[in-house]
């Protein structure tokens, strides 16, 4: 049976995509799956900004970024990232398509804490037509984590937080949150599963922390909205599920 599936890359993974990544992705789309993929950069953003000297500010694992810092963000984002990923998806015989100028069609966002955060976004509703076009032509859309403003201002967004919005709007199957650990860590050791009534109490004990704590509310809100299955790992198949 068809699924789809939104598989959000981050972290050093966004930079270095495995063979055994692409041929897990391969395999899914011979076998008929709607593949969509989000994509944040933190790792090309920060070594931009080590280069030009900026300094790496972050609250609750978000980045404070300035109207300056976008052209940087962006630049990172769709022009290294995302171009690098579609390259190897497109090696491997896998249709892709990476969304730029349509981003903005597609990604609706406001500003989350302007004061505190800067040009920070929070997505306020993804208009999933366009989407859902480039799925019914068999292509993979690639989304960078950014939103737009009604007026058109440009934010960087959560990519966690956009990957949830997406998979909600298209009632997606399932949604990976591929990043740097192999799932949430307790003593060490990852958790098989995490229910969505356990998390606000493993963040007070500090066991959730850092840039986790977005991740694991994404995967919360995820869960909520209905979406099947949230798996937070290192790999597209193994790591802690998120249920209720």
């Known amino acids: 049976m068809s699924q789809t599936i939104v598989i959000k890359i981050g972290g050093v993974a966004s930079q270095q995509l495995s063979q055994d990544f692409l041929n897990q992705v391969k395999a899914w789309k011979n076998e008929g799956h ?7 950069g933190g790792y090309a953003i920060n070594k931009l900004m080590k280069e030009q000297a900026i ?16 052209a940087l963000v962006h630049h990172a984002l769709v022009e290294q990232v995302g171009l690098d990923i ?8 896998i249709d892709s398509i990476q969304l730029k100028a349509s981003l903005a069609r597609i990604v609706e966002a406001e500003f989350l804490d302007q004061e505190t955060l ?21 292509f993979v859309p690639i989304l ?12 960087n967004i959560n990519a966690d937080y956009l990957a949830t ?35 606000q109490e493993k963040i007070d004990q500090e066991i959730i922390s850092g840039g986790m704590i977005p ?9 909520l909205a209905g979406v099947g299955q949230v798996l937070i790992g290192d790999n597209l198949s193994t790591g802690t599920i998120i249920k209720e």
């Open 165 to 199: 919005a997406v998979a909600s709007a298209l009632k997606a199957d399932r949604l990976i949150l591929m990043t740097d650990v192999p799932g949430v860590l307790e003593n060490k050791q990852v958790l098989d599963v995490l229910k969505v009534s356990d998390v």
């Open 118 to 138: 800067g040009y920070v976004g929070k997505v306020c509703q993804i208009h999933p037509t366009f989407l859902d076009l480039v799925l019914e032509d068999d």
């Open 86 to 93: 579609s390259k190897k998806l497109l090696k491997m015989d």
């Open 55 to 70: 300094p790496v500010k972050k609250i609750n694992g978000l980045r404070v970024t300035s109207q300056s810092d976008m």
């Open 34 to 40: 709607r593949l969509v993929i989000v994509h944040g």
């Open 144 to 155: 960078a984590s950014l939103g737009y403003t009604k007026s058109g201002q440009e934010l």
């Open 215 to 223: 991740k694991i509310q994404a995967a919360v809100e995820t869960v």
